[in-house]
C-alpha cells in the first residue's frame, strides 16, 4: 500500500523559509516521480514543482527562484524547500507520486498516489 506522509507546514511571516516533507513507504522512491501541490481557500489545485525519478525537476513559474525540491531517495523522502515566502503562497500543500516522468502536463495534477497535506501560512 502506497503511502505518503507531507509534514513541515505552519504559520510564518512573509521572507522566512520552510522545508516542507514527503515520507514515502509502499514504493521504490527511485521509480517514481513526485510532484508538490498546493490549494488555496475558494482557488483551484495548482501544480508547485516536480522532480522526475531520473533527476529532471520542474516549477511553476510563481515559485521559480525561490522553490526547489529535492529529492532524498535513501531517506524514502522529497522535500520541498520555500524561500521567501509571501502571502500567496498560503495553501494546503500536498505531495504527489506517479510512475517514474513528471510528463510535460505534470502541473495537471493526474498522480496516482497523494497525501493529506500540510498547511502553510504566511502571514504578518
Known amino acids: 500500500q502506497v503511502q505518503l506522509v507531507e509534514s513541515g507546514g505552519g504559520l510564518v511571516q512573509p521572507g522566512a523559509s520552510l522545508r516542507l516533507s514527503c515520507v514515502t513507504s509502499g514504493l521504490t522512491l527511485d521509480d517514481f516521480a513526485i510532484g508538490w501541490f498546493r490549494q488555496a481557500p475558494g482557488k483551484e489545485r495548482e501544480g508547485v514543482s516536480c522532480a522526475s525519478s531520473y533527476g529532471a525537476t520542474f516549477e511553476s513559474e510563481s515559485v521559480k527562484g525561490r522553490f526547489t525540491i529535492v529529492r532524498e531517495n535513501a531517506e524514502n523522502t522529497v522535500y520541498l524547500q520555500m524561500n521567501n515566502l509571501k502571502p500567496e503562497d498560503s495553501a494546503v500543500y500536498f505531495c504527489?507520486?506517479?510512475?517514474?516522468?513528471?510528463?510535460?502536463?505534470?502541473?495537471?495534477?493526474?498522480?496516482?498516489?497523494w497525501g493529506q497535506g500540510t498547511l502553510v501560512n504566511v502571514s504578518s
Open positions: 504527489a507520486a506517479d510512475y517514474y516522468s513528471c510528463g510535460s502536463s505534470w502541473y495537471r495534477g493526474r498522480f496516482a498516489h
